[in-house]
C-alpha cells in the first residue's frame, strides 16, 4: 500500500502557497493538503491549480452537516479533481453514505473519502468536559472507525497513536492519514496526541499529514526529506 507525507499548506493565499511549493522544484511534486484558510481565501481553483502542477491533493475540509447537504456538497467537490477528501465522523452512518454515493464520478473514479475520528488537539479530558464522552478516546476514535468502515470509507484522519489500534479492528487495508506529527525534542503547538515521523511509520500510520515542522522551518525542503526519511525507511529509530 502506499505511503506517504502529505505537507498540510496551512497558508493564507495561492500565492503564498505557490511559492512556498516553488521550493520543491526539480523534486517529485509532494502531496499537499488543502485546508478550510486556503480553500476559504483563494476558491475552489487552487486545488485545479495545484493539480495542474502535479500534487496529488487532499481537501481537507472536514463537513459535517445533515446527510443530503453532505452528499450534494460530495458531489461539487469530487469534480474538482482532489485525491482524497473527508468529513467528521461524528455526523453519523447517513451523512457518511450519502457522502459516498454523491462522491461517485463518472467512470468509476473517485477521490478517496476519509472520516475525521476526534480531532488530534482533543484531550482525555476535553472529550470528557466538553464533549461529554466519557470513554477512552482510543475506545470512542476505534469506535468512529468502525462506522465509518461499515458506511464504506476508504479510511479515518486519526493520531498516530491510534493507528494500530484503528487496523487491528477494521484491517490493514483501512487507511489511517494521521497529523499530530513532530520531530522529536519539537514543541507540540496545539496538537495534543503527537509523534515523531519514525513512530508514526513504527505505529503503521498509512499518510503522516505535517504542516509547522515543514512550513515553518529553516529549511521546508530539508524538513520533508527528512520526514520522509524517517517515515518511509526502516530502522532509523
Ligand atoms: O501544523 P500541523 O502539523 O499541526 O498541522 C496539522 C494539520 O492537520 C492541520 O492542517 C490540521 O488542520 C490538520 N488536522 C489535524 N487533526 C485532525 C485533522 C486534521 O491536525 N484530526
Do not use: W
Not at 505511503?3 to 509532494?30: H, M, N, W, Y
Not at 475525521?116 to 468512529?144: A, F, G, K
Amino acid at each position: 500500500m502506499a505511503k506517504d507525507v502529505i505537507i498540510a499548506c496551512d497558508f493564507p493565499s495561492g500565492e503564498e502557497t505557490l511559492a512556498f511549493l516553488d521550493k520543491f522544484q526539480g523534486r517529485a511534486r509532494p502531496y499537499v493538503k488543502i485546508g478550510m484558510e486556503l480553500f476559504y481565501a483563494q476558491g475552489p481553483d487552487i486545488v485545479k491549480r495545484l493539480k495542474d502542477r502535479g500534487h496529488p491533493v487532499f481537501l481537507d475540509l472536514k463537513l459535517h452537516d445533515i446527510p443530503n447537504t453532505v452528499g450534494r456538497a460530495m458531489e461539487v467537490l469530487s469534480r474538482l479533481g482532489a485525491d482524497m477528501i473527508n468529513l467528521h465522523a461524528a455526523g453519523g452512518s447517513a451523512m457518511m453514505e450519502a457522502a459516498m454515493e454523491g462522491l461517485s464520478r463518472g467512470g468509476g473514479q473517485r477521490p478517496l473519502l476519509i472520516a475525521v475520528t476526534q480531532l488530534t488537539s482533543t484531550s482525555q479530558e476535553r472529550l470528557e468536559q466538553e464533549l461529554l464522552i466519557p470513554r477512552p478516546m482510543e475506545e470512542v476514535v476505534t469506535s468512529y472507525a468502525r462506522t465509518a468502515k461499515a458506511a464504506g470509507l476508504d479510511g479515518v484522519v486519526c493520531s498516530p497513536l491510534e493507528a494500530g489500534t484503528i487496523h487491528a479492528a477494521c484491517g490493514e487495508g483501512f487507511l489511517t492519514v494521521t497529523p499530530g506529527v513532530r520531530f522529536a525534542g519539537a514543541a507540540g503547538d496545539d496538537q495534543q496526541r503527537v509523534t515523531t515521523p519514525a513512530g508514526a511509520r513504527s505505529l503503521g500510520s498509512d499518510y503522516i499529514v505535517v504542516g509547522r515542522p515543514i512550513t515553518q522551518a529553516p529549511d521546508p525542503l530539508a524538513a520533508y526529506e527528512k520526514c520522509l526519511k524517517d517515515f518511509l525507511t526502516d530502522n532509523n529509530e
